[in-house]
C-alpha cells in the first residue's frame, strides 16, 4: 500500500470504530479492543465457543501486550484467558456497547501505542491476503483512495470477502463501478459512515486517474460539509464524526480551526477563507485537494 493509507489509517478509522483500552463485545457477541479488532475466532455470532475456538482466540488475544489495570505489570497468559472468558461469558451486554465491559468487569489494558502497533500489524495481514488474490493483484498501483476503500471494506469484512460485481470492476480500474458496489450490510451505526466513505473514496480514485494526478498521494474533496469534516479530522481535529452533518459539533470544530488560523469565527464549513485555509494545510500535508 501506499505510504499515505499508512498515514492516514488511524485517523480515518478512529472516528469509525473508536479506541477502546479494553476487551469488550461487539453488536455480534465477538470479543474485541483497539480500534475495531477483533480477538474472537467464534464462528458463530452471538454464541459461546468451542474448545478449539477459545483456544485460538486466545492466541489472537496474547498477540497484544496487556498490562494489569493500576500498575505497570504485564499479565500472563492465564490472566488474558480469564479475562477473555470473562468478557465473552456476557454475551447479554453485546447490544449495550463497549461501555457495558469497562472495569471492574475487566481487569486489563493495552496502551495507545500498542493499539496503533497491533492495528497495522492486522493492516499488513489483511493486505497480503487480499492481494494474494487475482482480481487485486494490481493493488499496488492502484490510486491511493482506491486502496483505502479497499481496505475500508477488509477491516469491516475480512479481506476475503466475496463481492463479484465489486470484484469484476476493481481488477477493470472501473472506480465508478466499484464505488457503486462497495456498499455491505448490516447499513446501521457507523457502517453507514464507512458505506459513504468508501464510496467517496472510490469517486475520488476515478478523478485522481482520469485527471493523471498522483496516484500515490490521498485526494480530498472540500465541497461539502461531508468533506471538510474529513479535512478537519486529517489535520487531528477530534473527536469529530464524519457523518455530512452540520451539528454543533462540526460547528464547533470549525471554530476552532478558524480560531487556530485567525479566521472569523463563524462556525461554517463552506467559508470561503476557512475552505482555502484548510485546503493548503492539506496540500501542506501531501493531500490533493480537488
Given at each position: 500500500?501506499?505510504?499515505?493509507?499508512?498515514?492516514?489509517?488511524i485517523?480515518?478509522?478512529?472516528?469509525?470504530e473508536?479506541?477502546?483500552h479494553?476487551?469488550?463485545?461487539?453488536?455480534k457477541?465477538?470479543?474485541?479492543?483497539?480500534i475495531?479488532n477483533?480477538?474472537?475466532?467464534?464462528?458463530?455470532?452471538?454464541?459461546a465457543?468451542?474448545?478449539?475456538?477459545?483456544?485460538?482466540?486466545?492466541?489472537?488475544?496474547?498477540r497484544?501486550r496487556?498490562l494489569?489495570?493500576?500498575?505497570?505489570a504485564?499479565?500472563?497468559?492465564?490472566?488474558?484467558?480469564?479475562?477473555?472468558?470473562?468478557?465473552?461469558?456476557?454475551?447479554e451486554?453485546?447490544?449495550?456497547?463497549?461501555?457495558?465491559?469497562?472495569?471492574?468487569l475487566?481487569?486489563?489494558?493495552?496502551?495507545?501505542?500498542?493499539?496503533?502497533?497491533?492495528?497495522?500489524e492486522?493492516?499488513?495481514?489483511m493486505e497480503a491476503?487480499?492481494?494474494?488474490?487475482p482480481?487485486?493483484?494490481?493493488?499496488?498501483?492502484?490510486?491511493?483512495?482506491a486502496?483505502?476503500?479497499?481496505?475500508?471494506?477488509?477491516?469491516?469484512?475480512?479481506?476475503?470477502?466475496?463481492?463479484?460485481?465489486?470484484?469484476?470492476?476493481?481488477?477493470?480500474?472501473?472506480?465508478v463501478?466499484?464505488?457503486?458496489?462497495?456498499?455491505?450490510t448490516p447499513?446501521?451505526?457507523?457502517?453507514?459512515?464507512?458505506?459513504k466513505?468508501?464510496?467517496a473514496?472510490?469517486?475520488?480514485?476515478?478523478?485522481?486517474?482520469?485527471?493523471?494526478?498522483?496516484?500515490?498521494q490521498l485526494?480530498?474533496?472540500?465541497?461539502?460539509?461531508?468533506?471538510?469534516?474529513?479535512?478537519?479530522?486529517?489535520?487531528?481535529?477530534?473527536p469529530?464524526?464524519?457523518?455530512?452533518?452540520?451539528?454543533?459539533?462540526?460547528?464547533?470544530?470549525?471554530?476552532?480551526?478558524?480560531?487556530?488560523?485567525?479566521?472569523?469565527?463563524?462556525?461554517?464549513?463552506?467559508?470561503?477563507?476557512?475552505v482555502?485555509?484548510?485546503?493548503?494545510?492539506?496540500?501542506?500535508?501531501g493531500f490533493?485537494?480537488?
Amino acid at each position: 500500500m501506499h505510504q499515505s493509507i499508512r498515514d492516514y489509517w488511524i485517523s480515518f478509522n478512529d472516528p469509525l470504530e473508536g479506541r477502546v483500552h479494553f476487551m469488550y463485545q461487539d453488536t455480534k457477541g465477538y470479543v474485541s479492543t483497539g480500534i475495531g479488532n477483533k480477538i474472537d475466532e467464534t464462528r458463530r455470532d452471538n454464541s459461546a465457543p468451542t474448545d478449539e475456538e477459545r483456544a485460538a482466540s486466545l492466541v489472537s488475544a496474547g498477540r497484544l501486550r496487556w498490562l494489569v489495570n493500576g500498575t505497570d505489570a504485564e499479565a500472563g497468559p492465564d490472566e488474558i484467558a480469564d479475562e477473555w472468558d470473562t468478557v465473552k461469558s456476557h454475551l447479554e451486554l453485546a447490544a449495550s456497547g463497549h461501555l457495558a465491559f469497562q472495569p471492574p468487569l475487566t481487569s486489563l489494558h493495552v496502551e495507545d501505542d500498542e493499539i496503533d502497533r497491533h492495528v497495522f500489524e492486522k493492516l499488513d495481514e489483511m493486505e497480503a491476503v487480499l492481494t494474494s488474490r487475482p482480481e487485486f493483484a494490481d493493488f499496488g498501483s492502484w490510486p491511493a483512495n482506491a486502496q483505502l476503500a479497499t481496505l475500508s471494506m477488509c477491516w469491516a469484512l475480512g479481506p476475503a470477502f466475496h463481492f463479484p460485481k465489486f470484484q469484476r470492476h476493481v481488477a477493470e480500474r472501473n472506480w465508478v463501478g466499484a464505488a457503486d458496489e462497495s456498499h455491505f450490510t448490516p447499513d446501521v451505526g457507523t457502517i453507514v459512515i464507512r458505506n459513504k466513505l468508501d464510496r467517496a473514496h472510490f469517486l475520488l480514485a476515478d478523478t485522481v486517474e482520469t485527471q493523471g494526478l498522483p496516484v500515490e498521494q490521498l485526494a480530498l474533496s472540500l465541497s461539502d460539509v461531508f468533506g471538510v469534516q474529513g479535512g478537519l479530522l486529517a489535520l487531528g481535529f477530534k473527536p469529530l464524526s464524519q457523518d455530512g452533518f452540520d451539528g454543533p459539533r462540526t460547528q464547533g470544530k470549525v471554530r476552532e480551526f478558524q480560531s487556530a488560523n485567525g479566521l472569523a469565527e463563524t462556525g461554517a464549513f463552506d467559508d470561503p477563507d476557512t475552505v482555502g485555509t484548510l485546503a493548503a494545510q492539506l496540500t501542506g500535508l501531501g493531500f490533493i485537494v480537488v
